[in-house]
């Protein structure tokens, strides 16, 4: 079945730069594209950016500067990586499969906590 | 970027009451293709958000036909006909139309 899972570390220092991977199964990362959504503690969901089928990438203009995301359909994975962290960054971080029929998310991994602080 | 702004903020229903809850855009949501690509998800406690509607009305197929949606180019709802103790949470919309994708502030339901 369909399943993404997010990992990485739960605490970062300001300033330093978070990485984070997703992986994916029960689908292929050339077929569908997978976004990176953030959520600070109880506020809405922010979306980050996209990581297309074929490649291609996609990024919110607030973010695009710090924001990197790439993959490796080999290994099933697609990697987040923000520079400049700030403590305002802190939230759960999810990856998101986005259908082929349209601009959906139909699938959420579990999300990983990210705590910004020194 | 398009601002989706929810009301109300808070729903306190018992259960087989009916829930309303709206969803403005600041931006007609109609692509270019001819579709809106407004969704709704529920957040449920401590848990990731789940599917509910995309496309404004359609539920995926897991979604009880108790939940519909509705409405067009910036004014939308979510309707649930009779909440259920399994409907608690906070449910979102959001637009697909226009990058960056952007939500709401959510709804949160919980039951009285």
């Known amino acids: 079945q369909v399943q993404l899972k997010e990992s990485g570390p739960g605490l970062v220092q300001p300033s330093e730069t978070l990485s984070l991977t997703c992986t994916v199964s029960g689908f292929s990362l050339t077929s569908y594209s997978v976004s990176w959504v953030r959520q600070p503690s109880g506020k809405g969901p922010e979306w980050m950016g996209r990581m297309w089928y074929d490649g291609d990438t996609a990024y919110n203009s607030a973010l695009k500067s710090r924001l990197s995301i790439s993959r490796d359909t080999s290994k099933n994975q697609v990697f987040l990586k923000m520079n400049s962290l700030q403590t305002d960054d802190t939230g759960t971080y999810y990856c998101?499969?986005?259908?082929?029929?349209?601009?959906?998310?139909?699938?959420w991994g579990q999300g990983v906590m990210v705590t910004v602080s020194s | 970027d398009v601002v989706m702004t929810q009301t109300p903020v808070s729903l306190s229903l018992a259960i087989g009451q009916p829930a309303s809850i709206s969803c403005k855009s600041s931006q007609s949501l109609l692509g270019t293709s001819g579709k809106t690509f407004l969704n709704w998800i529920l957040q449920r406690p401590g848990q990731s958000p789940k599917r509910l509607i995309y496309?404004?009305?359609k539920l995926y197929s897991e979604v009880p036909d108790r939940f519909s949606g509705s409405g067009s180019e910036t004014e939308f709802t979510l309707k649930i006909s009779r909440v259920e103790a399994e409907d608690l949470g906070v449910y979102y919309c959001w637009q697909g139309t226009h990058f960056p994708h952007t939500f709401g502030a959510g709804t949160k339901l919980e039951l009285k």
């Open positions: 998101t499969r986005v259908t082929t029929e349209g601009p959906y998310f139909d699938y």
């Open positions: 496309q404004v009305s």
